[in-house]
């Protein structure tokens, strides 16, 4: 017969509490993560709506509205693309605007799916959910977990 001392009895009780604070906590944190990615989705939706764009969404998250198709010649991932471009945040603030020359393999994944969609000469209106942009860490000016917008047009590829 097993006799539990008071100081047993204490420690059994105190791990029960830490075990039981943890599957809480287990559980806040997935059930935060699966609303964090459809709350994402929303808020790129109900940002398009507000700016009247007539979006078309891709296998991969991306939500795009091709403003003007371009040209034949369309990038691939392998290529070195120049585009001017004006990056927003879903609360409307700009963070980054310019034209820049990389290889498209480069940028950011959000850019390698959307970016091909054009030819030279065309314009895309695009909103990147974080995971195909700058993902929990952020980057600068844009915080982590942040979809995005850009309005892209590209003007060589090479």
């Known amino acids: 017969m097993t006799h539990f001392t008071p100081k047993i009895t204490k420690k059994a009780s105190f791990l029960a509490i830490i ?5 809480i906590f287990a559980l806040f944190s997935i059930s935060s993560c699966s609303k964090s990615g459809a709350s994402e989705q929303d808020q790129m ?10 979006y078309t969404t891709d296998p991969s998250g991306i939500l795009y509205q091709i403003i003007t198709a371009g040209n034949s010649t369309h990038p691939t991932v392998t290529n070195t693309v120049t585009v001017t471009y004006v ?8 963070f980054d ?15 390698q799916i959307a970016v091909p969609k054009i030819g030279v000469g065309g314009e895309i209106k695009v909103l990147i959910p974080s995971s195909l942009g700058y993902g929990s860490s952020g980057s600068g000016p844009i915080p982590g977990n942040a979809p995005l917008y850009f309005d892209i047009k590209l003007s060589a590829v090479k």
């Open 19 to 23: 075990a039981l604070f943890c599957s």
């Open 45 to 54: 939706i109900t940002y398009a709506k507000t700016n009247n764009l007539t």
């Open 87 to 94: 990056g927003t945040l879903m609360d409307g603030k700009q």
């Open 97 to 111: 605007a310019g034209t820049i020359t990389y290889a498209l393999n480069s940028l950011i994944q959000g850019w």
